[in-house]
């Protein structure tokens, strides 16, 4: 079985902050890490290979050179294969010119049966690059999966709603979004380590391996522009209330009624 995780490197948003004087991100120092809904995923693909015998699992990524850490890591997690997608042709894609790059590698790796990818990504945010994967490759997708079976080529899926969740049937080839509760990604060996840049070879792909027009990717290609982008205003200060718990209460009960909250 052929498996491909679709992966992305993110600024930990947890460790950016905003500067109170000039109101700026604060960019300097802030790690790349693996975005944690693709870590869900991988360890979704990883679970399958330790079932099975037949399971290649090979991770992709499109982005800057620096995405290489990224997907060492994935490696020293357990993934066979890495395609690190590449190049200043890529640069400035929205998710229409993200997904169809990805594709694009993904048709020129040929045979798959199962595509990964996170819901989201906690940078862009906008979860729309696994289903435009799936609508440019012409395959099934479901996506908020939290848990699946697979038996031959016929898969049962649970799929997260608000209040529950559903069952879905399916058949490969398929793409699937993953959420947290589809696993906990898995700590990277040392010998997973090791191997990870010992062992294993990351085929780096440029624009001309893809075989797709330069007006399908990057800025260009892109329907959408972020026109300006900016840090939202603090919130106010907080309000303590004081007195005894009964007063207090009240004081809380009625301030929130005027905000109509409750
Ligand atoms: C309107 C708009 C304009 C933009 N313009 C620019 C721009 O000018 N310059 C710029 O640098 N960026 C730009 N971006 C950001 C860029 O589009 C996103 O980084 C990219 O398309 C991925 O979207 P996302 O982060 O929302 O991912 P999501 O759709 O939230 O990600 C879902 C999943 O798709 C997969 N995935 C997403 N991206 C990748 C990837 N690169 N490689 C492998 N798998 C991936 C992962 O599995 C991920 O969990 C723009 C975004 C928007 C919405």
């Known amino acids: 079985?052929?498996?491909?995780?679709?992966?992305?490197?993110?600024?930990?948003?947890n460790e950016v902050k905003i500067d109170p004087v000039k109101g700026t991100l604060i960019r300097e120092g802030v790690p790349s890490i693996l975005n944690p809904d693709d870590a869900n995923a991988l360890e979704g693909a990883l679970a399958l290979k330790d079932k099975y015998d037949d399971v290649n699992v090979t991770v992709l990524t499109m982005g800057p050179p620096q995405a290489e850490d990224m997907l060492r890591e994935c490696l020293a997690m357990g993934a066979d294969d890495a395609i690190h997608l590449s190049g200043r042709e890529f640069a400035g894609g929205d998710t229409w010119a993200t997904s169809n790059a990805i594709a694009a590698a993904i048709n020129k790796m040929g045979d798959y049966d199962i595509i990964f990818a996170g819901r989201q990504a906690i940078d862009g945010d906008t979860a729309q690059v696994g289903?435009?994967?799936?609508?440019?490759?012409?395959?099934?997708q479901v996506t908020y999966v939290q848990n699946f079976e697979i038996d031959g080529n016929e898969l049962k899926i649970q799929r997260q709603l608000e209040d529950g969740y559903e069952v879905i049937n399916a058949k490969t080839p398929i793409l699937l979004t993953a959420i947290k509760e589809l696993g906990e990604p898995r700590y990277?060996?040392?010998?997973?380590?090791?191997?990870?840049?010992?062992?294993?070879?990351?085929?780096?792909?440029?624009?001309?391996?893809?075989?797709?027009?330069?007006?399908q990717v990057g800025l260009k290609a892109s329907p959408t522009r972020v026109h300006k982008s900016f840090v939202p205003q603090p919130k106010g200060q907080g309000v303590m209330l004081e007195g005894s718990v009964q007063e207090m209460t009240e004081k809380l009960v009625v301030a929130l009624k005027q905000k109509h909250l409750i």
């Open 1 to 13: 079985m052929k498996v491909i995780v679709c992966v992305k490197q993110v600024p930990d948003t």
């Open 131 to 140: 289903p435009q994967i799936a609508e440019r490759l012409g395959i099934s």
């Open 188 to 215: 990277m060996t040392v010998k997973g380590i090791y191997d990870s840049f010992r062992e294993k070879e990351i085929k780096v792909w440029g624009f001309d391996h893809l075989g797709i027009e330069n007006d």
